[in-house]
């Protein structure tokens, strides 16, 4: 966020700004004095009052209508058990249990993934991943003036990030398994990495000066515009290797009886590539609309200076557009923890449930009545959620004091 | 030499004929990756079961016999009604919720870049807490009416007491984080509660259901994506229209809305897309009057397998519409309109 721009009233006394005494309008026309200010003129400055809680009061209002029943009832839900019983349902509150299932229970496997001893290369890295927290922990409180909500902030993260290296690293390599959490982590900053590069290379390219680039503006957006059930069903068609397009391809190569569906890193690969492909779109157009924004003084004088491109990229347009793309990279963030559709229709979880999502699982529990157990999951996404997006707000609000 | 002449460029902004060259080969290729998958599913609508089981075939009329079977049943045939239905209410919910999103988003997201909010958060436990209370009341049998005044009153008598008290407050990007984090729970999660509720209020089925509901999980899109095209609008305009007696509100409808077209544009665009192609909250929330068209795609998956030809025919129609308007729409997402504006 850059520095806040403050429009209050009183900055704007023309007499503190040192222009003396500027008539307003009612002093320049000598018959409205004469009368007071009028009826419509004291709406208008009462409503100039309020402008603030004008402005924001609809928008929070209408959030708050449909925001705060389902946070708490499906709170309540996951601390309870769900029952058919005679005449509808019962809900039995049981505490903490469906949380205990996911971590250390019969759902530990599913939810975190299958364990396996580390081997001397993951010991390393990991390793050294915790002694770089250690040194941030470190660093903070030698050096910073410490308080208390600042503490406990840093530990958290420093915690939270020890653990999930803690899970990865036993389950990515050497006969571990991944878990649905550990899987949609990798969906979700592998696919938001390509997709922002892509779209920023496509943006780029498409800003300049050339014939024909309103109709490759227009094709680039298409992929975004299909719905996610559609874009899921028609990745499917494409990569059957019996009677999709590219089956010649895959015979050429020999692979007509490997199916990618029954390995699990290759179904992950393919609703990797389904994913970048449906989302591009969405960086493409935002930083397109960014880039076409910023001024275009500053490029001239820098080309006139003799700067070449690299120059101009790195010093005057990739700090223009970087608080757009931090804003667009949190929206994705969030948005890309919530894939269902791709792993539902493409694969049905994978084989095994190595292609699962947390939001696939919370779907597969509630479709097999486990209500409860689906609420926790799904707090658990959302705690997942704003686990990362709280960093990556701070990353942000870091990088923008950096800057002034 | 000739080589130069190929790396010169005319201007900043128009590329030397090599990068001419590099910009065509790079745009073509993700151009043709897009495109493909489309023709692809334009291909399969033309084909009949048997075409698509059997292998790829790739060009009609070469290496196979097109059909319009797949066209006639959807648009004429047996799922015409379904189609024609679930089209006009797609057409009407998808952008109606984004222009209200799109209204009511960018008044939030001009005050939260301009204005300063202080809310305490005396004041915000105290309406959790009223909240809590009146969802317990309701829990426990007492009618929802009796329960949200109850549950107001009590928190306006609380607010002044002890709301007061504590001074320590949040600021904007506080209210802007909490607007986003409305986004991070799964809809799986919330949308037995939304179901609930507007069951409650008898609106089950109806396009205001929807509409509430879309706008309401887009608004926190349409303030973020606001927040960062409108600070990028030089504050000097709106205080020499302050200097010159222009209210807020003039301000804002006369000056920043129209520089904001780009960004106004391409947030209108998306929040359209959104809405257009929601899929979980229309399967619970509309049975048979307000019925949207991703639903009817889905429901093509039948028990003997997906029924590809119908499925393609469906995905294309759905996009014509949103391809149309994003073409109309394209060019105001334009560079320029800020040259000029501020000297020096």
């Known amino acids: 966020m850059s520095v806040k721009h403050e429009l209050n009233a009183g900055a704007y006394d023309p007499a503190q700004i040192g222009l003396g005494h500027v008539p307003s309008l009612d002093e320049m026309d000598p018959e409205s004095q004469e009368q007071g200010p009028s009826r419509i003129h004291t709406v208008m400055a009462t409503a100039e009052r309020f402008a603030g809680p004008i402005f924001l009061l609809p928008a929070v209002l209408a959030l708050l209508f449909l925001s705060v029943f389902p946070l708490l009832a499906s709170l309540y839900v996951s601390l309870a058990r769900f029952k058919i019983a005679p005449g509808g349902f019962t809900l039995t509150f049981v505490g903490l249990d469906n949380y205990k299932k996911l971590f250390f229970g019969t759902e530990q496997t599913h939810f975190l993934g299958a364990f396996a001893p580390l081997t001397p290369a993951m010991w390393f890295v990991f390793g050294s991943l915790v002694v770089g927290l250690a040194m941030f922990l470190a660093r903070y409180l030698w050096n910073a003036r410490v308080s208390v909500g600042g503490l406990i902030g840093r530990l958290v993260l420093v915690l939270g990030l020890g653990t999930l290296a803690w899970i990865f690293a036993r389950s990515l390599w050497s006969g571990g398994r991944l878990g649905t959490l550990t899987t949609t982590i990798v969906y979700v900053f592998v696919g938001i990495f390509f997709q922002y590069i892509i779209g920023l290379g496509l943006a780029m390219l498409t800003v300049q000066n050339i014939p024909g680039r309103r109709f490759f503006r227009v094709v680039f957006l298409l992929p975004m515009m299909i719905t996610p059930v559609g874009v899921a069903y028609m990745f499917r068609m494409l990569t059957d290797t019996s009677k999709g397009p590219f089956t010649p391809i895959w015979q050429a190569m020999g692979l007509t009886d490997f199916s990618w569906v029954n390995n699990a890193w290759g179904a992950r690969t393919a609703i990797l590539i389904a994913d970048i492909w449906q989302w591009t779109p969405f960086m493409f157009v935002v930083l397109l609309a960014a880039l076409e924004s910023q001024p275009t003084e500053p490029m001239e004088a820098a080309t006139v200076d003799g700067a070449n491109q690299w120059q101009i990229f790195r010093h005057i347009v990739w700090p223009g557009i970087l608080p757009v793309s931090m804003t667009l990279i949190l929206i994705r963030l969030i948005e890309a923890f919530k894939i269902i559709d791709l792993p539902n229709v493409m694969t049905n979880g994978g084989p095994g449930t190595a292609t699962q999502s947390l939001t696939y699982h919370a779907f597969i529990n509630w479709r097999a009545l486990e209500v409860g157990g689906s609420a926790a999951v799904a707090y658990m996404l959302l705690f997942l959620v704003t686990f990362f997006s709280l960093i990556f707000v701070n990353l942000i609000r870091q990088q923008t004091l950096e800057k002034l | ?344």
Not at chain 2, 71 to 76: C, R, S, T, V
Not at chain 2, 108 to 114: D, F, K, M, N, P
Not at chain 2, 240 to 257: M, T
Not at chain 2, 270 to 289: G, H, K
Request: charged share 10%; hydrophobic share 55%.
């Open chain 2, 1 to 344: 030499m000739m080589m130069m002449r190929w790396l010169r460029s005319k201007s900043y902004n128009t590329p030397s004929p090599f990068g001419k060259v590099v910009t065509y080969l790079a745009l073509g290729f993700w151009a043709f990756l897009i495109l493909f998958p489309l023709y692809w599913l334009i291909v399969t609508s033309l084909k009949i079961p048997s075409q698509v089981a059997e292998g790829p075939f790739y060009l009609p009329f070469v290496d196979f016999k097109p059909s319009l079977d797949a066209w006639k049943y959807i648009l004429a045939g047996d799922l015409s009604n379904d189609t024609l239905r679930t089209y006009r209410n797609t057409a009407i919910v998808a952008p109606v919720s984004a222009l209200l999103a799109l209204i009511l988003g960018s008044t939030a997201s001009y005050a939260l870049v301009r204005f300063e909010y202080r809310p305490r958060i005396g004041a915000i436990l105290t309406f959790m807490g009223c909240v809590a209370l009146g969802i317990a009341a309701i829990y426990f049998g007492v009618p929802w009416q009796v329960a949200v005044a109850a549950a107001i009153a009590v928190f306006f008598i609380l607010l002044l007491t002890i709301g007061r008290r504590f001074k320590r407050a949040l600021g904007n990007d506080d209210i802007a984080f909490w607007m986003i984090s409305q986004r991070m729970l799964p809809p799986i999660a919330v949308v037995i509660p939304i179901y609930i509720l507007f069951q409650r209020l008898h609106l089950l089925d109806t396009y205001t259901a929807l509409i509430i509901t879309y706008v309401t999980s887009n608004l926190p899109i349409v303030v973020w994506l606001m927040r960062d095209y409108i600070s990028t609008i030089p504050i000097e305009l709106e205080e020499c229209a302050a200097i010159d007696g222009a209210s807020r509100f003039r301000i804002f409808w006369s000056i920043v809305l129209p520089l904001a077209v780009p960004g106004l544009v391409a947030t209108f665009l998306f929040v359209l897309v959104f809405t257009w192609n929601e899929y979980l909250l229309a399967l619970f929330l509309s049975s048979a009057n307000s019925q949207t068209l991703p639903l009817v795609i889905a429901a093509q998956n039948a028990t003997r397998g997906p029924q590809w030809w119908n499925m393609s025919v469906l995905i294309l129609i759905m996009i014509i519409p949103v391809i149309v308007i994003a073409i109309v729409l394209e060019r105001y997402i334009t560079r320029g309109i800020l040259i000029g504006a501020v000297k020096g």
